[in-house]
T-cell receptor, first 116, second 112 residues
């Protein structure tokens, strides 16, 4: 069982739709992450939030818009996605961002996104 | 090179030991991690090792670190069918804001 909860588990959307992915943790973690993972590949970092502020944006296209409304929640807003954006989107959290000592990241089970 | 490298596949018989190898790149990485991913699931943190250690044991798992060669390995004793999964090693890139950099993953197949 994971302590990072992601919803929905599956999402199918058209290229003109707007949807949001949600992530929640109640471990008191102050760093939260979004990753994109294609099948049988390692996760690729998209965004990092540290103390509810955007810390890292890995040059992600603007059709992906992250939001961290409070220390327990992380959203990823999706708009006008392309078929190549179909992937597993993973959320992770850690006590602090990695530069402050050992901060292992704990992952949710992901949202499997399909773009038609 | 710039990549964290792992062999892609490993097949073992149930009850044997499995050894998954990883070569990392950043000699200043303070911690190195092993994650397990089962089909349809997220990544599960298995274990980690601090860079000033050369071995860490946790039940059936043994991590060996050779810092000189930047080589990390994960040994699973008495491998079970439930250990079948993809295993990722990961290093921290201090000069990239503490990003976690993953290897390509080793798919472990355990045959009864």
């Amino acid at each position: 069982d994971t302590e990072v909860t992601q919803t929905p588990k599956h999402l199918v959307m058209g290229m003109t739709n707007k949807k949001s992915l949600k992530c929640e943790q109640h471990m008191g973690h102050r760093a939260m992450y979004w990753y994109k993972q294609k099948a049988k590949k390692p996760p690729e970092l998209m965004f990092v939030y540290s103390y509810e502020k955007l810390s890292i944006n890995e040059s992600v296209p603007s059709r992906f818009s992250p939001e961290c409304p409070n220390s327990s929640l992380l959203n990823l807003h999706l708009h006008a996605l392309q078929p190549e954006d179909s992937a597993l989107y993973l959320c992770a959290s850690s006590f602090r961002q990695n530069l402050e000592g050992n901060q292992p990241q704990h992952f949710g089970d992901g949202t499997r996104l399909s773009i038609l | 090179g710039e990549d964290v490298e792992q062999s892609l596949f490993l097949s073992v018989r149930e009850g044997d030991s499995s050894v998954i190898n990883c070569t990392y790149t950043d000699s200043s990485s303070t911690y190195l991690y092993w994650y397990k991913q089962e089909p349809g699931a997220g990544l599960q943190l298995l274990t980690y090792i601090f860079s000033n250690m050369d071995m860490k044991q946790d039940q059936r798992l043994t991590v060996l670190l050779n810092k000189k060669d930047k080589h990390l390995s994960l040994r699973i004793a008495d491998t079970q069918t439930g250990d079948s999964a993809i295993y990722f090693c990961a290093e921290i890139r201090e000069n990239q804001g503490g990003k976690l950099i993953f290897g390509q993953g080793t798919e472990l197949s355990v045959k009864p």
